[in-house]
């Protein structure tokens, strides 16, 4: 038997006879959607463009549709989860019209039928299901234009079927984004599939619990991951298309936690329009970013207080500053959680300045591993590593272990400037020395100036100084001039002018640094470093950044 004639007679078993009679219990007339939401996120035209070309990208990889077999494809890693979510619907939709995209999209799901329509597998997972209820309603009109009625009841059969099997299992979801990911999933298919005002009310008080696990409240994501609160932002945005397509009102919390899970990724945006990267990620795409943003249907400002979520946003006249002043994530809700307290990031304009090193995720990698776990340590980000140690111990299974466990905030704002102040515990058990950053950008935003201070809160025994390091990492792109007294560096790229950095008390040093771009790529780049020795009582370190015009 061909190819062909396998999916045709797999898509006929699912349409008819003793399964289909499971899936429809009595009744005889077919399923179907109650309304379509439209998604208001342009997909990105150049990843269409390829899948009409027969190619499936992601990040490095991609994947021939000529030779796709979903059983193969499986479901663990960043290509695979994206081609199992049908995610890439939006993308295809942004390159062709339903009449020359639907061809291709009901031929690639036509293989998922044939791979998983038959049975219950690991493509069965809550979160997968979720994301793939939202954009197979979403685009219905791309898979649902066959002529081929059997294939038309063969897919809703299946999205009803996997709605019913997502409404009991969605619990069982890794807490965090994947749970509520599930839970918006069985939402959307109670308000466009089933419709039942009972099963609605159950989903909505499912998905409910799945945010208030979740999120913080303040809306930021318990993972503190960027990338992972643009894709709840991503999430929450479709399934309000979903409430407004079935002329249902969104229940009052959870348009509350939407604003407020927007005004949390607002908060980690830098002036080029990507986001900050912390936790493992990088920038990202600017333009999917934006996309999302102006797509999800909310309005919100910038989180500049933050209390979990833990991003502190400085901003002046395009001078953008972002400073973790949080604990790192929960070891279950960050597989990679970094040691970055205190750590900032820097733009003028479109021009980033100071960064971390990122790290690949999302995107699938070729970075070595001993690489991407070094991308997590305090010396990969732009703050104070002391005795080449990290504020809060990476395992090595991964996993973080002891180190800041609090960290004191203390912000003011006057007609002059704005001012954080705040300290981290996670080197008093190791050091008895409590790290204490105070950032302050004038209002002009012409100037950041820097206080380390490590403050002593033990006695210790020994009385050898105990050195420390002040690292900045620079963006790809800026070049750093050592003034020649040593103790400053002019900083200068085609996308801002110049910024002068000067130390006061200890001469700095230029050395090589990586930063990993939007795309997950290693960059080579720069990065000033203060070294200096803590005595028994402690140190301080007072620097700055001023823009020449």
Avoid at 131 to 159: E, H, K, V
Avoid at 516 to 537: F, K, S, Y
């Amino acid at each position: 038997m061909s190819s062909d004639a396998a999916q045709s007679a797999v898509v006929q078993k699912l349409a008819r006879g003793s399964l289909l009679s499971r899936l429809t219990g009595s009744r005889r007339q077919g399923l179907r959607l109650v309304a379509v939401p439209r998604d208001h996120v342009q997909g990105d035209r150049r990843r269409g463009d390829a899948l009409l070309q027969g190619t499936f990208t992601c990040g490095g990889e991609s994947i021939s549709l000529a030779d796709l077999d979903f059983a193969s494809v499986g479901t663990d890693g960043p290509v695979a989860e994206q081609l199992q979510s049908f995610s890439w619907l939006r993308d295809l939709a942004a390159s062709a019209s339903r009449e020359k995209g639907s061809r291709l999209a009901e031929a690639i799901v036509g293989r998922w039928l044939l791979a998983h329509g038959t049975r219950v597998d690991a493509a069965w997972r809550p979160d997968l299901w979720g994301q793939r209820i939202l954009f197979w309603t979403a685009y219905a009109p791309y898979i649902l234009s066959s002529s081929d009625s059997g294939y038309r009841s063969a897919l809703l059969n299946t999205l009803a079927r996997g709605a019913r099997h997502l409404e009991a299992n969605a619990d069982r979801a890794p807490p965090g984004l994947s749970r509520v990911t599930a839970w918006t999933g069985v939402v959307a298919a109670t308000l466009l599939v089933q419709s039942e005002i009972a099963r609605v009310a159950r989903a909505e008080a499912g998905l409910g619990r799945a945010l208030g696990s979740a999120q913080f409240d303040d809306g930021g994501l318990v993972s503190r991951t960027p990338f992972e609160q643009m894709l709840l932002v991503d999430r929450l945005g479709l399934l309000r298309s979903a409430y407004f397509a079935a002329k249902q009102t969104p229940p009052e919390g959870f348009e509350a936690a939407a604003a407020a899970g927007l005004s949390a990724l607002h908060g980690i945006i830098l002036g080029d329009g990507a986001l900050s990267s912390w936790q493992g990620g990088n920038p990202g795409e600017a333009a999917r970013l934006t996309a999302v943003v102006e797509g999800c249907g909310l309005r919100a400002r910038p989180l500049r207080q933050p209390r979990g979520w833990g991003y502190h946003r400085l901003s002046a006249l395009g001078t953008v500053v972002i400073m973790d002043a949080a604990p790192p994530p929960p070891p279950k809700a960050a597989s990679s959680g970094s040691a970055s307290t205190l750590a900032f990031e820097m733009s003028d304009g479109a021009q980033r300045l100071i960064v971390n090193c990122g790290g690949p995720a999302p995107l699938p990698t070729l970075l070595p591993a001993q690489l991407v776990s070094a991308l997590r340590t305090t010396a990969a980000h732009s703050t104070v590593a002391i005795a080449d140690t990290n504020s809060t111990a990476i395992q090595p299974d991964g996993s973080l272990g002891k180190g800041v466990g609090d960290v004191s905030i203390d912000r003011s704002e006057d007609n002059d400037s704005s001012r954080i102040v705040a300290s981290h515990d996670g080197y008093v058990r190791g050091f008895g020395l409590l790290h204490r950053r105070t950032l302050t950008l004038g209002n002009d935003g012409k100037e950041l100036n820097g206080v380390d201070e490590l403050v002593a809160k033990t006695r210790r025994r020994s009385k050898a100084g105990t050195p420390f390091a002040i690292r900045f990492h620079l963006a790809p792109g800026i070049e750093p001039t050592v003034t020649a007294d040593g103790m400053g560096a002019i900083l200068r790229s085609a996308g801002a002018p110049p910024w002068n950095f000067r130390s006061r008390g200890a001469a700095i040093a230029v050395e090589e640094s990586v930063a990993v771009d939007g795309h997950g790529n290693p960059r080579r780049t720069m990065q000033l470093v203060i070294n200096g020795e803590a005595a028994a009582d402690g140190a301080q370190m007072h620097w700055q950044f001023r823009r020449s015009s």
